[in-house]
């Protein structure tokens, strides 16, 4: 199998980076910063894989790295930039990163992931992260921060 590109950013290397995908390539997922910032980004990854979302993770994120500027989805670097107030609230950190996944995913097959229309879809992704793991976490704090995350979700625009 070649080598996932370092960078995805022309042509050929989204070209090479998508035939290893759809050959099964996954990411060691890297978390880079502070140890506080590395133990939130954990319980997050906890919760994903509470949702069975972990492996699709993998798939379109190599890094999850700490800034101190806007949390961010760089393409070229297959990498979530994200600041301290992002991974907060675990819940809600672990469907950010599903929803910069799926962000990822349609860089990577073409698609047009910015704009009103992919930013619409992406928050479905991200809705629907929160919906299955309400339904498969046994944590009852968990379950609620879904439903108050999913309410909150309902009563955007975006959402639906």
Same mark, same amino acid.
């Given at each position: ?19 290893? +995908? ?8 890297? +978390? ?34 700490? +800034? ?20 907060? %609230? ?50 009852? %704090? ?19």
């Amino acid at each position: 199998m070649k080598e996932f590109p370092e960078r995805v950013y022309t042509t050929e290397e989204v070209k090479t980076a998508k035939a290893l +995908i759809d050959e099964g390539y996954k990411h060691n997922l890297t +978390i880079e910063g502070s140890p506080d910032f590395k133990e939130k980004v954990n319980h997050a990854l906890e919760l994903i894989k509470t949702a069975g979302y972990f492996e699709f993770l993998r798939v379109y994120i190599r890094k999850i790295m700490e +800034i101190d500027g806007i949390t961010q989805l760089r393409e070229t670097e297959v990498a979530i930039w994200a600041n301290k107030f992002a991974v907060e %609230n675990p819940v809600d950190a672990a469907s950010l990163l599903i929803q910069k996944a799926y962000h990822m995913k349609e860089y990577i097959e073409g698609e047009l992931y910015y704009g009103g229309n992919a930013e619409k879809r992406s928050v479905a992704k991200r809705v629907e992260f929160l919906q299955v793991l309400r339904d498969k976490s046994g944590d009852k %704090n968990v379950k609620e921060e879904c439903e108050r995350l999913l309410q909150m979700w309902k009563e955007s625009s975006l959402a639906f």
